[in-house]
């Protein structure tokens, strides 16, 4: 009975949960820095790890090192991803969190591939957790950017998604055209329609590989047609970004001060101009707490 | 006479034609629903019964069964079409409409294709009956969209259109230069003029296959100088696009009330900010009815 | 001397002139229209005859009709010329105007081809003639939209000079340290500084024939490096002419009317909206006269 | 004693250092202007000499003038370059300055080729030097242009470096996950991460060489998506510099006149509307000096 005591004590230890809740979400203590650097460390060398490994003139000598230092790595990683959840207020909300999904299959790959050999690569999805550097460096003015380039791409996503649903219709019916087309000649690449579809992609999107190319005089007129096309079409989604872009700049010129609630501010002003307030929403929320 | 009668009856039965009517062109009730979710079913399975048709390595025993998919489809898809001519209230304006024409062009081909083997492929034209998708899963917002792109592109359509002359132009002028240069050579890929046109367009466009290349000195750097007028040239129809539909949004900002008349209303705004009316105007003229 | 005061006759003749004027410049009248149909139909005709004539599979029984053809074309393109410059008011205007010199060009390849046999092929710049088309056929708003376009190029070509300046001197530098790194590989495409330079701009246009490629793993890395820097800087030119674009909208919502001075019509408004007077200054001066 | 009290006379003769501060730094007297234009001629030469000494097929009579040259251009800018430091008011600024910083670089090659061959080709870096050519033909104009390019571009730096992170991310996850898919095949240019996430940039890049190309059904649709994917990347940097450029446009509308302190001037105007001064910021300073 001892035994489950201390577990249980140990599971409702608030002092050590906020003790590590400090030092591994936090950033602002020397020991949350530290830890923070070294596991951005750690994610760099191990994703290094397994790019180096994927080299076919390693020597074999090298081979039992880099098993051994991937074991332990996952290993760190897997503790760390049930410290998390450990220490943190509200597990769920952190393990569906978009964090929580990577720090868990940033683990799983190598799990999985004792059973499946190939799946060890996976691990590569670690790279996605180094999105943590710019809260270690305090570069939340990044972050914030990268929010506000999100918030434009969301709100222009119902167009991007009508015009894909598009290009894909189109790509379908040219792809088969050419096959129509090219696909009678000898030794032609046009062999199918799949194929001719991965060609229409690879011409619309100006890509052009290069190793299916028309033959015939008819169809490279049909892909010039495509390519001027495309020219046309590469100008829907920059337009689209562009135009939302640029009224998140406006919205954010008309943004009102959160303290005298007037608004015209400059772009890049932090401070109200009117009684010298933060403009940051965000900090005003953090004051009334 | 009797039959002529009952045809007769049958043509102005008011009644079968609304119950048609809802179910076929409507998706609000469960019926209406059900049959449009059938047919986009049938629509994608047709599609990828031609593209797996085309790939080269098909047992035998799965011809036989796929071209009787194929004119069960077809079958399907033609009485849908006479049906659709018969419950429409305005059927000349069904069949003049752009999904009257993709309605019949999709069920064309393959009785085309019992006197020309090869039309069979246009098939993939059923495709374009995709675009029923939005109607059906209430996606209408993305239809607006779609719209407003349409109406943006539409507004720049003449500037494209002298954009596309120059183009073409540029391109034989630079296309027949490259001809005299890298035509003497021997074995060069530019032996006629019409091929040297291709290259040029593949090459402005950024494309690039590869397929034909300059050789000599002369030839590269003239391709050089094509590739960077490209690369500013890329940028006149992104800027006309971005332009036209930053206007879009704007004018949707200036948008009035169609109940108080007043404006200045956000651009996500769906309600009056200062009568509650609804701000979609399409819904004010559905009120009137 | 008879002849002489026939010719000063002839070179005066202001009603002949006038004549001439309103058929060959202008295009209102039914016989101004048809000789521009006739005209756009030549060149058509002698731009194809020219492409055609570059087939290598071309019969040779076609060779003597389309030699014939084109001294015929030459001849009419060479008569048409002089007209003009004849019953043209300033005819130095005209000469050193842009679809002047176009004019004498469209005519003179022919003549240098009797001295060299490949500059024949020059006669392709009667294409740029084809721009008449848009008269003709009373595409007036084409021709302002080009205009615009073309304000909108001028006001931004400081800029992009500024740009390109940038973009040589990078692709000079990226060249050179590309033949440093991969030129010592034997049978490398790298063998020169002019090539590498060449493969420098493909590779930072995005075009990417793949003729030249790196074949060392430092050679791929600043290859990689050098498709990013493209990725961003392509966006630069898209950008000014993007604002450029914007702006030149903008100052047309800006317009006066020229009639009672109020600005703030609407961007497609071609009548003032407080006097009911003509928008376009062009008409403004015509009434005027 | 002498010649040290020589050396500290001729360190401090203000008089000689303005003198040559006139000829080197500017360019308003003849003999600045010259000076410019013989330097600008002799970077433009060695430039060139560098270039064409990369030629393979260059005759060896050439090689002792070509080299002999190079040491005596390198000559001319070492001493160039010690009387800027010796004649600029400030040298320590000059030094740590970009220009100054390109004018020793342009130097330091052809000593360390004496100890390394190859890295003589580095010379090219003296193409830099040629930015001077805005200042000494008096376009300022364009120099402005440039500054405000790169301030549109600063600003959105932060956006830009968020977006490149992504985007190295990204690119190693889907290059490692092709190398799991085709990399398995006999022969298959995926045969290492590196180069399938070299492949990886080259496809979002739209660069496209076609050196390595997906040979497998499955990576075709992988390479597909990732094409598609690109194409809307590829809007992002554009819709960033779009949208700053526009601001800097407006914020120079904005921009008040430094006398009479009203704004709303017109785009491109240079005096002020209400009292007729410079609107250019440092004209003003430099007239309160």
Redesign the interface.
Known sequence: MKLKERIHRFLHDEKLKRKLYVIIFESDTPAGKLFDVILIACILVS?LL??IE???GLPTYLTTPFVIMEFLFTGFFTFEYLTRIYCSPRPRKYIFSFFGIVDLLATLPLYIGLLFP?AR??L??R??R??R??RVFKLF???N??E??LT??R?SS??????????V?LV??IG?LM??IE??QPNSQF?????S??WA???M???????I?PAT?LG??L??CV??I???I????????????????KRRRDKECPNCHRSGHE??AEFCKYCGHSLDPSETKAEEK
Chains 1, 2, 3, 4 share one sequence.
């Not at 119902?158 to 290009?167: G, R």
């Not at 062999?191 to 194929?195: A, D, E, S, T, Y």
């Not at 999107?205 to 190793?211: C, F």
């Not at 829907?236 to 998140?248: D, F, L, Q, R, Y």
């Open positions: 994703v397994v790019i994927s080299l076919k190939g690569y996976l590569i999805i790279a996605f180094l999105i550097v710019f003015n990044f972050l950017e990268g506000r380039l434009a791409l709100e119902k167009k991007i998604a009508v015009f894909f649903l598009f290009v219709i379908t019916s088969t096959y129509m696909g009678t062999n199918n329609i799949p194929n579809i991965y992609i690879v011409t999107t100006t890509v052009g590989y290069g190793d190319t005089g490279k007129f892909s010039a390519m001027l495309g020219y046309t590469i100008a829907v989604p920059t337009g689209i970004v562009s135009a939302s872009m640029m009224k998140e700049y772009d890049n």
